[in-house]
């Protein structure tokens, strides 16, 4: 990564520790919370809590690479010579994009068989994005890069097609009440998960440099929150809800 | 910041780390009571002990930032190059001051539109207020840092107006044994908050240097414990109290 400013690299250090605090925040909450709903959607908040630690524990990783790999003295910063280890977020990833997969699966209430089939495959396509993603992301080759993020959108627009296809006729047999947060998790998912690739391709197009590189650490940050704090919180709502209209906890 | 002597740099240190106690305590005296209240009122604990919880952890960043910038050697305080970073208060803010409105409303008890449209509006005005006042903070000119204290004002005075006004109907209808802890909630908020904007205007006053610098560091410590952890038990005392109002946990 070519040098930043001191103000970046304080952009990107505030941005990092925000996430830690919106991440531990999360977790928290979804944890403590499960008492609030009915014993069949636990595990949901129980994974979506999950997921939300596991981001916690990486973005420490994150925060402590990113201190690692600079120093700021009198108001210049400098490169120490270690590399700022951006890996921790294809090991997050791989962790915790089947996971959130199957939180929107589990609150949904489905059957069993169609809860265990429909994880499986949404979880597998997710984990094959990621893996699909990780070798283009370690090349600087541009016709490298651009092979692995086509082989990575394959599953990627295949899960796109399950949450709005295969989805639809569970969604309808939701409760009234619930039909529409339902279907505001699904946007968020797409939304969320649409910023990532967008990212990837960024230096293939020519933005490079420090602003860059700035952008893409807060963007990330910015997509991950939204991706699984929010999301997670929204998992909740629906489970206190469905709680509600089922006749409670 | 200019050079502090060692008694200045102690008070502030142990400042901090009375606050790191006061926060950490907080928050497991709040969940831990959960289950002294009935289940309506748990969230608001939750999120009651989320505040100190996310308070204690930038706390923890602020004690160790705090370290970092200067070293006491031989009774004599040197400052080591690196910055105290002042923007983990900010980050801080931006997430808790939200949460606390949203804690005092559940804790009221009104209707789910009226818990949904009240968080959402004082939450929005809340970080608005935060996310304004961050460029005066950051910025050594006068005529800015009036800009963005005056602009932050705006939403910090619709708060106030939500509070005695928007509110005020809905402390009517509050079983008569807690509407006097509700109003003193109310006042709380208003006092221990308006000690931040007080703070922001002293160095445009000319009050700078060490002590300055410490007092600041100090007056800000207390406001947080005030607001946040004294705050968070009264919300506590008044959902065990409309819990016996209500027949029990």
Redesign the interface.
């Known amino acids: 990564m070519e040098q930043i400013n001191p103000a970046q690299y304080?952009l990107v250090?505030?941005f990092f520790?925000?996430t830690?605090?919106?991440m531990?925040?999360a977790t928290?909450?979804l944890w403590?919370?499960r008492?609030?709903v009915a014993s069949y959607y636990r595990p949901a908040l129980t994974i979506s809590g999950l997921v939300t630690f596991i981001a916690l524990y990486h973005y420490l990783r994150i925060f402590e690479s990113w201190e690692a790999a600079y120093t700021?003295?009198?108001?210049a910063v400098q490169a120490t010579g270690k590399k700022f280890n951006d890996a921790y977020r294809y090991v997050d990833w791989l962790l915790t994009v089947p996971l959130l997969l199957i939180e929107l699966i589990l609150v949904m209430r489905l059957s069993r068989s169609e809860t265990v089939s429909k994880s499986v495959r949404l979880g597998t396509l997710a984990a094959l994005m990621i893996l699909l993603g990780y070798p283009g992301e370690i090349s600087d080759q541009d016709n490298v890069r651009w092979l692995w993020w086509a082989l990575s959108m394959i599953p990627f627009l295949w899960i796109l097609v399950e949450l709005f296809g295969g989805l639809s006729s569970s969604l309808a047999a939701q409760p009234e009440s619930v039909r529409g947060l339902v279907n505001r998790a699904r946007w968020l998912t797409v939304l969320s998960w649409s910023f990532y690739p967008v990212v990837f391709v960024l230096p293939m197009l020519g933005l490079e440099g420090a602003a860059a590189d700035t952008a893409i650490q807060i963007g990330y940050s910015i997509a991950d929150v939204v991706a699984k704090a929010v999301f997670g919180i929204v998992i909740y709502m629906i489970a206190v809800r469905k709680t509600e209209a089922e006749g409670g906890?």
């Open positions: 304080e250090y505030n520790s925000f830690i605090a919106a531990g925040s928290a909450f403590l919370n008492s609030q700021v003295v009198d108001g906890a």
